[in-house]
């Protein structure tokens, strides 16, 4: 019935729309309500995002002033939109009530930056993971760890406080950390998977998995040149 009404909710023109057999006033009140929870939802979701993303610009404004150089190339944010919510908490059997869904979907924030090296990868996810209002909830390596396919990322699940007028929210904004060639790579793979779904072709499969390769390669090869290049301000340090 949940998925009868978000198809339903999904069609939905606008008002007047008749409403589909087996659907009662009641489930649709609570549909709506749910609705208008997931409007709040997300701006307080926008609120966590948008003090993540302060404190991202103002690593990189430091470092534009002090070295010249920034280990962050550029920094992308999204906002899962209430239909996502909805389908993925439809897909993993979450209860459709803000509470479960705050706690079971993590990803509703999620903020990525590219680096232009594999070292500056970590140093941003430890100058971040160590600030004291930002509590680390997990790391995921794909970087040490690559998933079969070769997607490689750091992703780091972040809870953060946002201050209301009432009350102290705690959100949870998903951090996923990478170099230009995993971006690249990424984002060619990401295109590719939704073309084909499922069904992948063998020899597609294998050049993904090659091209990955290629990435790492290159991830290596450019950390070795910028060692030799310039030492980066945080090697300086030890
Ligand atoms: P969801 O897929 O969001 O339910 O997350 P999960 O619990 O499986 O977590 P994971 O850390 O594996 O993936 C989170 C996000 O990383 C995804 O939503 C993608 O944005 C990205 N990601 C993970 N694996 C891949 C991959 O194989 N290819 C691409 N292009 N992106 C990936
Ligand atoms: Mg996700």
């Excluded at 920034?70 to 897909?91: F, G, Q, Y």
């Excluded at 903020?111 to 993971?129: G, K, N, P």
């Excluded at 390596?141 to 992703?155: E, Q, T, V, W």
């Excluded at 699940?157 to 959100?171: A, G, K, M």
Aim: proline letters at 5%.
């Amino acid at each position: 019935v949940d998925r009868e009404l978000l198809a339903w909710l999904r069609a939905e023109p606008g008002a007047g729309t008749a409403t589909p057999d087996g659907i009662t006033d009641d489930m649709l009140a609570r549909f709506r309500a749910l609705r208008d929870e997931f409007q709040q939802l997300r701006m307080i979701y926008r609120f966590g995002i948008d003090e993540v993303s302060t404190k991202i610009d103002i690593l990189r404004q430091e470092f534009e002033s002090t070295y010249d150089y920034s280990p962050i190339e550029h920094v992308r944010t999204r906002l899962k939109s209430p239909d996502s919510m909805l389908t993925k908490a439809l897909r993993q059997g979450t209860e459709l009530a803000v509470p479960a869904i705050r706690a079971e979907i993590r990803d509703i924030a999620g903020i990525r930056i590219t680096c232009s090296f594999v070292s500056d990868v970590y140093w941003i996810a430890e100058m971040l993971s160590t600030q004291a209002d930002l509590r680390l909830l997990t790391t995921k390596d794909y970087i040490a760890h690559p998933k079969p396919n070769g997607y490689r990322s750091l992703h780091l699940i972040v809870e953060v406080p946002v201050f209301l007028s009432r009350t102290v929210e705690h959100v949870t904004v998903e951090l996923q950390i990478r170099t230009i060639a995993m971006d690249f790579w990424a984002s060619m793979e990401h295109k590719l998977h939704y073309k084909y779904r499922a069904e992948m072709p063998p020899h597609l499969a294998a050049e993904i998995e090659d091209a990955a390769r290629l990435a790492a390669d290159l991830d290596d090869r450019m950390g070795r040149l910028r060692d030799e290049v310039r030492p980066s301000p945080h090697q300086h340090d030890d």
